[in-house]
């Protein structure tokens, strides 16, 4: 099965199956996104979840949140993963936001990247479901899938990763492959104990097929 045969099963697969994917995270805007993004670091978006609602009727704005202080932020989230950490970002963050940006979230990779506690995967986040262009995000799950599928090659880094996934999925599935493989990474090809009986996708999996010899 050649490279292309790979993507293109995965995404005939998905389209089938998962047609209508989206983030797990609730949000009502860009800065909603950028926000929740953040605090789901190394975190569960169903714990993210819990802690938004009272923190974006605290502070629905980049201004309000601006005027907030680290300890009042920290009110909001200590439930989180390094909520002290995550609370310094999202001051630093709405500040820049209302200094920088006039209050509003850009809608480029440079843009985000400047931000405090958004790095390139949480850019990745804001500009493909905030903004509808063809970004990749990689986190852990992304990363390992892309791996274990054989999707990509010599791609140590995240975004190397990117790039790969990028430049193989038809740009109108990019974003959509992302939460395609986020999935089934998080509940079928998780990281300890990979489901692999209830995997779809075996007959194309280079770490399945390794494992049967």
Known sequence: MTLKQKYDYIVDYFEE?????????HYQDAFQLLVATILAAQCTDKRVNMV?????????????????????LLAYIS??????????????????LVERF???????????TQLAGGGRKTANVVL???????????????????HRLGLVKNAPTPEAVERQLSDHFPEEYISKAHHWLLLHGRYICTARKPKCT?????TICTEFKKSKH
């Open 128 to 146: 493909a479901f905030a903004f509808g262009k063809a970004a990749m995000p990689v986190d852990t799950h992304v990363f390992r899938v892309s």
């Open 52 to 72: 938004t609602p009272a923190l974006f009727k605290a502070y629905p704005t980049p201004e309000s949140m601006s005027k907030a202080t680290v300890p009042e």
């Open 102 to 112: 006039g209050g509003e979230v850009p809608d480029t990779m440079e843009g985000l």
């Open 79 to 96: 439930s989180v993963s390094y909520p002290n950490s995550k609370a310094d970002h999202l001051s630093k963050m709405s500040r820049l």
């Open 198 to 202: 209830e995997c779809p996708l075996t």
């Open 17 to 25: 199956h998962q047609p209508d994917v989206a983030s797990e995270l």
